[in-house]
């Protein structure tokens, strides 16, 4: 079992940064891919990025691509999200989530994670 809790959220400028952390508990963090999804005011949740447990691999959806960077912190349970260059688009509730099965190198559907946070509110205004 894996409990999450992201941070980090707030309410920003279009073309400002935001580093979102998600905390993770249990001593099998580094035995997960974890992956960021997101969920805009009246669509559906949607994949943002993903990273291997060992922190090797990662992929990023189309639209955050150059501007987002996943990374994590075994040592310390922890996987973070930078953001740069925000737009109101990217405005939403952005969900942390954990992947028990290894085998899949990069996991970008939601019924493929196992585990998931409450969500950080992130706000960008233009």
């Known amino acids: 079992q894996v409990h999450l809790v992201e941070s980090g959220g707030g309410l920003v400028q279009a073309g400002d940064s935001l580093r979102l952390s998600c905390a993770a508990s249990?001593?099998?963090?580094?035995?997960?891919?974890m992956g960021w999804f997101r969920r805009a005011p009246g669509k559906e949740r949607e994949f943002v990025a993903t990273?291997?447990?060992?922190?090797?691999?990662?992929l990023y959806a189309d639209s955050v691509k150059g501007r987002f960077t996943m990374s994590r912190d075994n040592a310390k349970n922890t996987v973070y999200l930078q953001m740069s260059s925000l737009k109101p688009e990217d405005t939403g509730v952005y969900y942390c989530?954990?992947?028990?099965?290894?085998?899949?190198?990069?996991?970008?559907?939601?019924?493929?994670?196992?585990?998931w946070g409450q969500g950080t509110q992130v706000t960008v205004s233009s």
């Open positions: 990273i291997s447990e060992s922190g090797d691999y990662k």
């Open positions: 249990g001593r099998t963090f580094s035995s997960y891919h």
């Open positions: 989530a954990a992947d028990r099965n290894i085998a899949r190198m990069t996991p970008t559907r939601i019924y493929e994670y196992d585990y």
